[in-house]
């Protein structure tokens, strides 16, 4: 049986109060899965927790059976990570920035620079490939770290809010990329605000709030918890007051 994509098993971080709270979690190998929650409910930590950059005050996390804190680099190899606030470098154009990103990776030129050309195209930034970064808009710079993200062929995509600041065609363009991906067999992971993007998207939600898990399913399984018909902003909202509730 394949190893889930990512299996997270009581989780817990804490800055001056507690935000990750016993954290159980599991995503399955190719699907794209969309985590919902309210400012603050603590997504951000967790995902950062996953991708390497922070540590858990206890709890482990698994991707594809590599233990995160045992085997970093290993995990790190088969994830991407695109965080909300991107970093590229401003000296740079997006086709020497992605190049530069193959070369850490240790990838040889030739393949590095069929890969960069791929991403440029899909992402729509041929016109500005050999533009330098520093003069772009946030996101265009999305875009970049976006496709930085993805030289390396990870294995897992994980990205926090990847669609914030993008103008309806970027956005098109980011969402197809993502789709294309796990159609490709490749799982993605991503937290947003934008309910539509959750419900269109994301074969499974899961809904965090104050660091916990308090709901997860299809669509279609969140609806029957709540009981009615709704749509996916009702059921949000219900699940929330719920969990808020229950805190
Ligand atoms: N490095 C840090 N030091 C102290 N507190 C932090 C740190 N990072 C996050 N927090 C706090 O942890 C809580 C959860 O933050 P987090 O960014 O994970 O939430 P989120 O669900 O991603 O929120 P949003 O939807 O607003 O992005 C917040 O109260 C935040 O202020």
């Known amino acids: 049986m394949t190893a889930p994509a990512l299996a997270i098993t009581s989780l817990t971080k804490s800055f001056d109060r507690p935000v990750v709270n016993a954290l159980d979690l599991t995503v399955r190998a190719g699907e794209f899965y969309a985590l919902l929650g309210p400012n603050g409910a603590g997504k951000t930590t967790i995902l950062r927790m996953v991708a390497g950059l922070l540590r858990p005050d206890a709890g482990k996390i698994e991707i594809f059976g590599i233990n995160t804190l045992q085997d ?9 990570w695109v965080s909300d606030e991107p970093m590229v470098y401003d000296r740079l154009t997006p086709l020497e920035y992605l190049e530069f990103v193959a070369g850490l ?20 930034l041929r016109p500005h490939a050999n533009e330098l970064c520093g003069g772009f808009s946030k996101g265009m710079m999305q875009k970049v770290a976006l496709a930085g993200a993805l030289v390396h062929d990870p294995k897992l995509i994980i990205l926090d809010e990847p669609l914030t ?8 363009q980011v969402k197809d990329v993502l789709l294309g991906k796990v159609r490709d067999g490749i799982t993605v992971i991503m937290t947003t ?40 902003e009702d059921i949000f909202l219900d699940l929330v007051a719920q969990g808020s509730a229950a805190a």
């Open 105 to 124: 990776w240790q990838i040889d030129a030739t393949a590095a620079r069929t890969k960069a050309d791929e991403l440029i195209d899909w992402l729509g």
């Open 72 to 80: 970093p680099i290993a995990a790190k190899r088969i994830v991407a």
């Open 165 to 172: 600041g993008l103008d309806a065609g970027s956005a098109r």
């Open 193 to 232: 605000h934008i309910l539509e993007v959750a419900e269109r998207m994301a074969e499974r939600i899961g809904v965090i709030t104050n660091g916990k898990l308090i709901a997860e399913g299809t669509l279609a399984e969140l609806r029957t918890r709540i009981g009615r018909e709704s749509s996916l």
